[in-house]
């Protein structure tokens, strides 16, 4: 059927912020899609909070709103503009359950708006679990008996029929949140409560655990001719009882025969036809008994998932393109395949390679949650390899990772993180193959293949000749393991490996495994003999990625690569980007000229770069993972464009940088390096208490803490962080009470262009990326602002930037000091490009290759309105954890509030961030000591919006003598109806709680985490709060009912 | 090395010697074992181009005849350490034991895209030989496979077998086995046929005599084109009895009804090809084995394209509604590849049994 032409503008919802279970591969799926319904010339209209996304690049879709994703703005933006259809689909959980909603209050009969891909219906008949249950049921298929409850004594009556252990999952969550499992009565109490509380629609499924069984996925696709086919299948390493995107998956399934393959891609057929996703992709989830043939239909995803990102970028087949085009009318054949050209989109793509996807994790950045994996999902970022054997494959996703082998406290028994690092140690020490297996689950084919990666790390002789280097290097163990297993370094085996030939060739993702021809421009590296790349005369520039997704390091980065390609390619270059996440964008094979995906080290770069031979190498826009290959590529000979490495350092090393700052007479707080723990309390002593600590060379505030006494210190340093000759501790004196500000800027060499200065709401001492902002600034007058953009001047140029440089200054009435310099992109570079209009990174790029900024004169402007970034954080996926924000940064991703005023722009944000900011009720209040002075004007202002005041007896006291009418809540644990049980009550709307006394369990604590745990907005700091209240009048007055179009907001500034 | 003068090396994880055969690879991912016990790879090289084969073993039950076929199979990594719960046996020992060469180790992409640019060629393998004269002499002695009748041999059957219907008898077929497929008389059977199951140089006489309400053509390894015997022997069928072919069967269907047949440049192995059934335009995922196929263009008045590829629209299934005649290039018994085509055995069955006596 050809495209249909009775409708002509659609909306598509994106998936917000980002968050554990829903990252990057939404922006992927979300761009495709919009994208592809403009070629086939359709109006689309997009809706998403999330700035950090190249999809709510003003470009992408016709009309752009970055709203939040909550009925009132959405139906806003319907209402006004009209559209004929909804595609619900490609923006994860989040807009498959607002479409729900939107349904639900009867907005889209209203407007007389069609659900496009998948109907109402058979949303509900995949999402609830009865409804999914009877339905499998129906078609011959067996599911894990089970029982959706909505009380305890349900779950306690099966689990008297059918025993332990169970599964608890809620309805209607995402990433399995609020999932668990339960071995006794006592467990499953607690899981069944938290899972009650988790579910938007409080009911949980408890059913029989399979834990221990092969976990498969298939992703499937339908059209509307009723045609389907499966794009990939996936096969778990970790067996079920892991969450699947905690597990480590690859891609295709390795251990099923034929016909046990065919039986599941059958079911896979019956159950998308069944649960009637009319077109689009699904993904379907089967356990398998790894003793029988018996099998369990877990669940299905209407809708693109993370899988399907991955199943994508794993076979080169774009789900997330055809989905949206089946969706307006097409049949599959009449979708052309991309990458052969020649043949339709109506098959099944077969891979002559093998596929590993590893999970990353930030365990490391919640001390006190147990890391253990569970049917919940914790991971925050993954890796992708590809190999042509599975050893291969797995050994580069190893080399992707970039975790510190100091986070990494894998054990075998437990399914926790990184375990196959534990399986290689177990092998190492001589465990049998069967015996790993038996303790993890795991099938022996991977462990019998990790087997095999360990026999030959342990018959490493030197010296090496080229046929055994050969062999290693096929086997896939990289230069540093083959340097660690000889005792050499990773230079001598890179040295030697060079001086014999060894070096990988380059093959290419077709689909087809080598059936058709195809230019697809995807490649990975592998020891073979014939190389596929095609390389063209034009010069290319090569794009380093970001590497997986990790706290501190994420979408952020992504988006400035992707700009980066986007602007080399404008200027004429082949663009080529390397990068290992198969989440983004910047792996989507065409966003850039060629594409390798590959692990970010300093050895696979290298080989790229041989055979790309390139103008240049830009390593600013993705993080820290390739500002640290800096150095080494320098040394290699690679001419590196934009801020040379040196400048780098100038500006990342503390004692050259405060020399700069002195000779250039900008002020900066005091500061120290200590390379002892004894130099340590003494550099402390002599800065005075409190000081920051922190080790040298971190990105996302990793282990930098606020310490307020030499004991602390002595704490701090004992805790993994000790201070030593190679890992310097950075000591600097603390500021309180200052106000922090970003700046955004792009320096040419010549001239510097000041793309943005964001205030941070919460005081100095919380991490940037965890504080909120503002932009353009609120309580800095002019010339304020002109020093800050003077600094910035003379910072840019004295340090060499080319390129992006972002600074941190601190404020305090007319005293300006700069914290930090970084010249490379920073986390608000995409949130200060969409505030201004004004592609920061592409500008960077420009630059980077030759540009004058006198040539390109970029002209940024707010028109009037605010900008408002509010973080996201993962704190209900980490029990135990304090929600408490501080120096290391815990946020997973941020959310975007505009609007004309900053209570509004900043409620916008707030909401979209996921938290609620309620117009009436009330108002809990307990703060230490040294805020209860200023408290009493928040206060006020919260009682003449109308909140009743209570507070704890204390602050009660200070406030009742300012004249306020206060509820004492008494001390927990003093009576009955203390503050947690008025939380859980639900006698409490919004709570302001700033820390005082630190460590574990302090009431302070108790009362965070109890507000998080039910949903209560909990703010803690008095910024913080003040802003709320702003927040809160501008809610009031139908602030946040405004929508605005970045489109129409740039218009109106030109 | 190919009869091109291309040269791969690898080494043998299976048997020793030499053995030449046409090259051919399979893009299916699963099922290397249905793959080499099928008949119709008989005396052909097996180039898997997913890299890792062996992992889950040899299944009793899961093989398509008892022998091997194939004269060779090459991997780019073969996994020694077989796991699957059904699994008995490696596929290594069974290689080893029916005596044909495995060979890993090559850069099988490679080998592929020089098959896919140039065609389907000979080759000649060697654990022994490294002159590359000598070696490529011998791929060129090798017969093409242009003109080889390699059906006349490829049953194991010498005279007729009867094979009683899973449960209840609907109806009797004699299927004709120029080399079939096990899992195809377990389709026919399971759908209620007894199968009377004749070797594929039987004669017209013999093929009608039982009185089978329909007649199955197997498939089988070769060019349909040297087997003008068998041709022959079922033209006096045609008509008088409903037929049903696949494969090789359907390339003699199509000889019978005075189609011609050539040789494709590289065929179609794997289990991913799109076919549209054009009676009602659905698109199945077929699973593929053929390196000949029957010419659109040869189609006579009274013969209807049903089935057509649509990576390269060759034609995948032909009828001859007045005859009561059809067939389809492709495998609707899979094994291995997709099952998407099993409703092509319910209507031969459907068609040819008898009506079902109500009350």
Known sequence: MPRRDDIEKILIIGSGPIVIGQAAEFDYSGTQACRALRDEGYRVVLVNSNPATIMTDPEVADVTYVEPLTVEAVAEVLRKERPDALLPTLGGQTALNLSIELHEAGVLDELGIELLGASIDSIHKAEDRQLFHDAMTEIGLKVPPSRTVKSFAGAEELAGRIGYPLIIRPSFTLGGKGGATANDHAELRRAVSDGLDASPVGSVLVEKSVAGWKEFELEVMRDLDDNVVVICSIENVDPMGVHTGDSITVAPAQTLSDRQYQTLRSASLRIIREIGVSTGGSN??????????????????????????????????????????????????????????????????????????????????????????????????????????????????????????????????????????????????????????????????FIASIARIVAAEGAISIPLDAEELWELKRIGLTDETVAAASGTSTEVVRG??????????????????????????????????????????????????????????????????????????????????????????????????????????????????????????????????????????????????????????????????????????????????????????????????????????????????????????????????????????????????????????????????????????????????????????????????????????????????????????????????????????????????????????????????????????????????????????????????????????????????????????????????????????????????????????????????????????????????????????????????????????????????????????????????RALMHGVPCITTLAGSAAAVQGIEARIRGGTRRVNSLQGLYAARA | MLEDGSVFEGWSFAGDGEVAGEVVFTTSMVGYQETITDPSYRGQIVLFTYPLIGNYGMIPGDEESRDVQAAAVLVREYTPYHSNWASEESLAATLDAAGVLGIEGMDTRALTRRIRDRGAMRGFISTVERDQNVLREKANAHPSMLGLDLASSGSDLTEPTLMPAFGEERCRVVALDYGVKGSIYKELRSRGATVLAMPGSAAPEEILESKPDGLFLSNGPGDPAALERAVDALRPALGEVPVFGICLGHQLLGLALDCETYKMPFGHHGANHPVRNLENGRIEITSQNHGFAVLEGSLPRGVELTHRNLYDGTVEGISAPDLRAWSVQYHPESSPGPRDSGYLFDGFIDSVSPKAVVG
């Open chain 1, 284 to 445: 379907i989830q089967f356990a398998v008994d790894p003793r029988s043939d018996d099998f369990y239909v877990i669940e299905m995803n209407p809708r693109v998932s993370r899988s399907s990102a991955l199943a994508s970028k794993a076979t080169g087949f774009p789900i997330a393109k055809i989905a949206a085009k089946l969706a307006v009318g097409y049949s599959l054949d009449e979708i052309p395949n991309d990458i052969t050209r020649a043949t339709p989109a109506s098959f099944e793509p077969a891979l002559d390679y093998v596929v590993t996807k590893i999970p990353r994790f930030a365990f490391e950045k919640f001390p006190g949650a147990s890391p253990r994996l569970t049917s919940r999902m914790h991971s925050v970022g993954e890796v992708m390899a590809i190999g042509r054997t599975f050893t291969e494959s797995l050994s580069k996703a190893m080399a992707s990772l970039e975790v510190d082998p100091q986070d990494v406290k894998a054990g075998l028994d437990e399914p926790g993180p990184y375990r196959v690092f534990a399986i290689f140690d177990a092998l190492r020490s001589g465990l049998d193959i069967r015996e790993i297996h038996h303790r993890t689950s795991i099938d022996p084919f």
């Open chain 1, 496 to 1009: 030697v490996r060079r001086a014999l030939g060894v070096s990988p060739t380059y093959k290419s993702v077709d689909t087809c495994a080598g059936e058709f021809p195809a230019q697809t421009p995807y490649y990975y590296s592998t020891y073979e003999d014939e190389d596929e790349v095609v390389r063209g005369e034009n010069p290319s520039v090569v794009v380093l990625g970001s590497g997986p997704n990790r706290i501190g390091q994420g979408v952020e980065f992504d988006y400035a690569c992707v700009h980066a390609s986007y602007a080399l390619k404008d200027a004429g270059y082949d663009s080529v980007m390397v990068n290992s996440n198969p989440e983004t964008v910047s792996t989507d094979y065409d966003a850039s000229t060629r594409l390798y995906f590959e692990p970010l080290t300093a050895e696979h770069v290298l080989e790229v770069i041989r055979r790309e031979k390139p103008h240049g190498v830009i390593l600013q826009f993705g993080g820290q993972s390739p500002l640290k290959l800096a150095r080494e590529l320098e040394r290699e000979g690679v001419p590196i464009l934009g801020t040379s490495p040196d400048a780098i350092d100038l500006a990342e090393d503390r004692s050259r940088f405060g020399r700069l700052l002195e000779d250039l007479g900008i002020p900066h707080p005091r500061f120290g390096t200590a390379t002892t723990p004894t130099e340590a309390r003494a550099v402390a002593e002599d800065l005075g208490y409190p000081v920051v600590v922190r080790p040298s060379y971190v990105l996302g505030g990793r282990r930098m803490e606020i310490v307020y006494s030499g004991e602390d210190l002595d704490l701090y340093l004992r805790t993994g962080a000790a201070a030593s000759p190679t890992h310097p501790t950075l000591v600097d004196k603390f500021m309180e009470d200052y106000v922090e500000v970003d700046v955004d800027a792009v320096c040419d060499g010549d001239e510097v262009f000041v793309g943005g200065i964001m205030e941070h709401v919460e005081e100095a001492g919380v991490h940037s990326g965890d504080s909120s902002c503002v932009t353009p600034p609120i309580t800095l007058h002019r010339a304020l602002v002109e020093r800050i953009e003077d600094y910035t001047r003379r910072l840019a140029l004295a340090v060499g930037v080319v390129g992006l440089m972002n600074v941190q200054f601190i404020v305090r009435g007319d005293e300006i000091m700069v914290i930090e310099c970084n010249p490379r992109a920073s986390r608000t570079v995409p949130f200060i490009s969409k505030a201004t209009g004004v592609p920061l990174a592409k500008l960077a790029t420009r630059v980077s290759v030759g540009e004058k900024l006198r040539d390109i004169q970029p002209h940024s402007s707010t028109n009037g309105h605010f900008s408002v970034k509010a973080p996201v954080f993962p704190f209900d996926r980490f029990a135990d954890v304090d929600p408490l924000l501080g120096p290391e940064m815990r946020s997973t991703g941020e959310a975007m509030g505009i609007d004309r005023t900053f209570g509004g722009a900043f409620a916008k944000a707030l909401i979209a961030a996921g938290q609620t900011l309620p117009v009436s009720g009330r108002v809990y209040i307990s703060v230490s000591n040294r805020d209860k002075r200023s408290v009493v004007l928040i206060a006020r202002a919260f009682a003449d919006l109308g909140f009743e005041i209570s507070a704890s007896e204390g602050t009660a006291e200070v406030l009742r003598s300012n004249g306020l009418a206060v509820v004492v809540v008494p001390k927990i644990g003093e009576s009955g109806d203390d503050v947690l049980s008025l939380i859980e009550e639900g006698g409490v709307d919004l709570i302001v709680n700033t820390p005082w006394g630190r460590g574990a369990r302090t009431d302070g604590y108790l009362i965070r985490r």
